[in-house]
């Protein structure tokens, strides 16, 4: 049991640093535009640590995200950045979360940091949707790794 445990902490981690490693290599060389942002870290814990869980499906982590951060700029954008503001885009976007059943608790910073700093429409694209399908995907590989070493033999991910 403990070197079943062992093997998931291992791979969920190694891929957990292996996915934010490509994405703040690539945002440091500064050629390729913005890939990383902090609510990543969170994203990374959901996906690797607990892939079981709804919040970390495909369709939270990469719905959520995108809601959220379409938020965020609009907001920017037309609305404005005041406390207030701020405050009605978080609620917002929980909102439109939970309608659209793509809840994902670290998107939920995505509407502060990218008011915060001001982002413009590309920051949907990149680092949003760019990073969150790249931190899915490695979840899928790290979810196969996964299955073949506690089952001994090859297994979809969920």
């Not at 913005?34 to 959901?46: D, E, Q, S």
């Amino acid at each position: 049991m403990m070197d079943k445990t062992i093997n998931k902490a291992v791979i969920a981690g190694g891929f957990a640093a292996l996915a934010i490693f490509v994405l703040a290599y690539l945002q440091q060389r500064g050629d390729f535009g913005i890939w990383l942002m902090a609510p990543f870290g969170a994203t990374a814990v959901l996906v690797f640590g607990v892939p079981t869980s709804p919040l970390a499906r495909a369709r939270n982590v990469i719905g959520g995200h995108l809601i959220t951060a379409f938020i965020g700029v609009l907001f920017v954008n037309f609305v404005g950045v005041s406390p207030f503001e701020i405050a009605i885009a978080s609620g917002l976007a929980i909102s439109l979360m939970m309608l659209t059943r793509t809840v994902h608790p670290a998107a939920g910073a995505n509407p502060i940091l990218i008011m915060q700093s001001l982002q413009s429409w590309d920051f949907l694209v990149m680092p949003v949707l760019t990073g969150t399908v790249f931190i899915v995907l490695c979840g899928f590989v790290s979810q196969y790794l996964i299955n073949i070493s506690v089952t001994g033999h090859k297994k979809t991910a969920n």
